[in-house]
């Protein structure tokens, strides 16, 4: 199921581009125009892409994995699209679609936004876990794993300006709330916010739930981040309309996808 899924998204990427999704040190500007600095070095690594373009292959799979849906305008728009992985360990899943698109799209910044300390945690242990393994497979440097804090600052530092591979891990107050440090401009970081540094580098913003219940509160407090895409891996498909379904488990357009882009052949049921 894994590797369909990994098939799945790498197809998602896989559309024409005018530029290169990698890490080009293009400069990605704040509100008032200028670049993006800190302590006078220019900043502005992070997924860049047309997003039309880039998901061009969005529409069939969703009507691969739904052929009984219409596709939801304003989710694909929006450019969230949603794995249903059934009863398979959805943090392995979610992983091993990273590390392929590392490799194979060069799609290197990831933000996974968990409920509270106790999910994220227990997430972070299983990415830790399973990424030396799937570092190994592929055959590539491991993405950094990150916990967000505010007090961090090389942490959140290294993320905007690193040229490689990494998944920061943030909980959902640290933007729910107006009066979080998050949104402010603070003095370490040049007078700029925590969020200006993460949304500048445009990255995949990662949810993993059980259903599509929660995504709903989520969904107003996503672009915030500026994502590139948000992508949801669920146990159960959504039904809400708030994603756009590009894989679903037990789909017979799905089961024969080709694999040959991915190297494992695990299979998580």
Do not use: W
């Not at 502005?44 to 880039?54: Q, W």
């Not at 089961?255 to 991915?262: G, K, W």
């Amino acid at each position: 199921m894994a590797g369909r899924a990994v098939a799945a998204a790498l197809a998602l990427f896989g559309g024409s581009q005018e530029s290169a999704v990698s890490f080009a040190g293009i400069p990605y500007p704040t509100a008032d125009s200028g670049q993006l600095r800190i302590d006078g070095e220019e900043l502005g690594y992070g997924n860049c892409a047309p997003r039309p373009e880039l998901f061009a292959a969005a529409e069939m799979l969703c009507r691969a994995a739904c052929p009984d849906r219409d596709v939801p305008e304003e989710a694909l728009s929006a450019g969230r699209f949603s794995f249903a992985c059934g009863r398979g360990d959805l943090v392995a899943t979610a992983l091993q679609v990273i590390f392929a698109l590392i490799t194979k799209r060069d799609v290197r910044k990831y933000i996974i936004t968990v409920k509270n300390a106790a999910e994220r945690e227990s997430i972070r242990h299983s990415l830790t876990a399973l990424s030396a393994y799937f570092a190994d497979v592929y055959g590539v440097e491991a993405p950094a794993i990150t916990v967000y804090n505010s007090d961090f600052r090389e942490d959140i530092r290294r993320f905007a300006a690193s040229d490689s591979g990494h998944i920061l891990l943030i909980n959902r107050e640290n933007f729910d709330k107006e009066i979080n440090l998050f949104r402010r401009p603070y003095g370490p970081f040049s007078d700029i916010s925590p969020l200006s540094l993460l949304s500048a580098g445009y990255p995949v913003v990662i949810t993993i739930a059980h259903d599509s219940t929660e995504l709903g509160r989520l969904t107003e407090h996503l672009p915030l981040f500026n994502p590139l895409c948000t992508l949801c891996f669920f146990a159960n498909p959504d039904e809400s309309g708030n994603t756009v379904p590009v894989f679903r488990y037990g789909s017979k357009a799905h089961r024969h996808a080709a694999e040959e882009d991915n190297p494992t052949q695990l299979q998580f049921t």
